[in-house]
Structure formats: structure tokens, C-alpha cells
């Protein structure tokens, strides 16, 4: 038996005789976000459960199902398969498939759409194609990114998929008795502390994908610089207004 499963089987034994006998107390599970594949390809290696899927994310492909699914069960899409002509139709209102009706009605709807990078046709001609023409292509892709889609590197997905959702800890089911408090001396409470209104306050972001909320709200907190972490995700829409702000991006 692989030496991972067996380890994994005895903790979870452990955890339920914990819990059964009343030392742990069980912790209610985290309900998983669901997120749906779009693509045109065959898709055993582009949404397989190792590449997205994950206890908290359970991933759907839509192709698998003939495209036969219900956009609203879903909590975030990742559309591939974006061509420079699914770009150009999708960018103007053109649903003549169900690839594209199911996209263009994630947007519409205001779900959370990720584009993965590496599936956008035109990037990948940034450096070769005449700029008049890479200019015009482009210009439907910032359509998408202006209403709300991410644009996410194939290697970031996963992470972006299960990004904000906060797992319980596990807490004794019984607690031992307080002993009484000893009587204190009073003392003052320190006063408050009070952000400087300095122009270098700087808002330090643990979060990996950044979005324009993310720049607003350091806007409206008065911050002028924000503290990335490492190998940040940031949209373009977020690139744009941390600019028209004067937001500074470290």
C-alpha cells in the first residue's frame, strides 16, 4: 500500500476516535466552492482533479457533458480554448456555440471568470506581430478583462480557484475550567493605535491574486503603496486603477 494512503488512513482513524470519544471535537466540513471547466478540447489533461480539483474546489468539465450544464451552480468558471476568433465573438456579443453562449453568460451573470494566460491566442504573437494589428486583436481581450475576467497563469489556477476561503481549526470539544482571575492591578489600556497619515503608508497583501476591490479598498484606507507577495497574480483591470490612483505596487 502506498506509504502516503496508509498515513493518511491512520490520521483519519485517529481523528474519528478523537472525535467519538469526545476529546476532538468535530469540525463541520468546509463546503467546497465548484468551479467549471470551459474549453473546446479534450479535456483528461486540461481539468483533470490533479491540475484544479482539490477538497475545496471540486471541478466540472463542461465539454465532458456535452456543454449541457447550468452556469449558476457554478462559483467561478476557467474558460480556455480562447482563440483570437472566440475572443473577437465573445468581446461582441457573437454566442453561435455553446462553448461561447456558456462563457459569454459566466461574464453576463457576474460570475468570477478566469481566463488561463497560456490559452489566449494573442498573447502569444506580443512579440512578433505587426502592433497595429496585435493592438486591435488585444483590444477585445481588455474588453473581457474590463468586465471583471481574470487572467491567471496556467501554474496559479489552482491557487486562484481556492483563494479566499478559510478552512476551521480543529478545537477541544471540552474546556478545562478558568482558574480565577488574580486580582490586577489596574492600569490604563494603551490608547489605539492610529495609522499614520504618511504618503509612504504601505498595505502589506497576503493574498496571491489581486483584483481592483483589492486597490480600492487600500484607496479608500488612504494607503499609497501596497506590499505584494511573492509571485503575485494581478489582473489588469487591478494594474489600471492602482495607476489612475497612484497606488504603487511593490
Request: proline share 5%.
Amino acid at each position: 500500500m502506498d506509504m502516503d494512503l496508509l498515513i493518511e488512513l491512520a490520521v483519519r482513524a485517529v481523528k474519528a476516535y478523537l472525535e467519538k470519544d469526545g476529546t476532538l471535537a468535530a469540525v463541520a466540513p468546509v463546503e467546497p466552492r465548484k468551479a467549471l471547466v470551459l474549453t473546446e478540447e479534450h479535456c483528461g489533461e486540461t481539468c483533470s482533479m490533479e491540475n484544479y480539483g482539490s477538497e475545496l474546489c471540486k471541478v466540472d468539465c463542461a465539454l465532458a457533458q456535452n456543454y449541457e450544464v447550468n452556469v449558476d451552480d457554478y462559483d467561478v468558471v476557467v474558460v480556455r480554448s480562447m482563440t483570437n476568433s472566440n475572443l473577437f465573438k465573445i468581446a461582441n456579443g457573437c454566442t453561435d456555440n455553446k462553448f461561447l453562449a456558456l462563457a459569454a453568460e459566466a461574464i453576463l451573470k457576474g460570475k468570477r471568470v478566469i481566463m488561463v494566460k497560456e490559452c489566449v491566442e494573442i498573447l502569444k504573437y506580443a512579440e512578433t506581430a505587426p502592433k497595429a494589428l496585435y493592438n486591435n486583436i488585444y483590444k477585445n481581450l481588455q474588453i473581457l478583462l474590463d468586465s471583471g475576467v481574470e487572467l491567471v497563469e496556467e501554474e496559479n489556477v489552482k491557487t486562484a480557484l481556492t483563494d479566499g476561503i478559510e478552512v476551521p481549526a480543529e478545537v477541544p470539544a471540552t474546556k478545562a475550567p478558568e482558574a480565577p482571575a488574580p486580582v490586577a492591578v489596574k492600569e490604563e489600556a494603551p490608547a489605539p493605535a492610529v495609522k499614520a497619515e504618511s504618503n509612504d503608508s504601505v498595505l502589506v497583501l497576503t493574498k496571491r491574486v489581486v483584483t481592483e476591490r483589492d486597490i480600492k479598498a487600500a484607496a479608500a484606507q488612504h494607503y499609497t503603496k501596497i506590499q505584494l507577495p511573492d509571485k503575485p497574480v494581478i489582473t489588469y483591470l487591478a494594474k489600471d486603477t492602482a495607476f489612475d490612483l497612484g497606488i504603487e505596487l511593490l
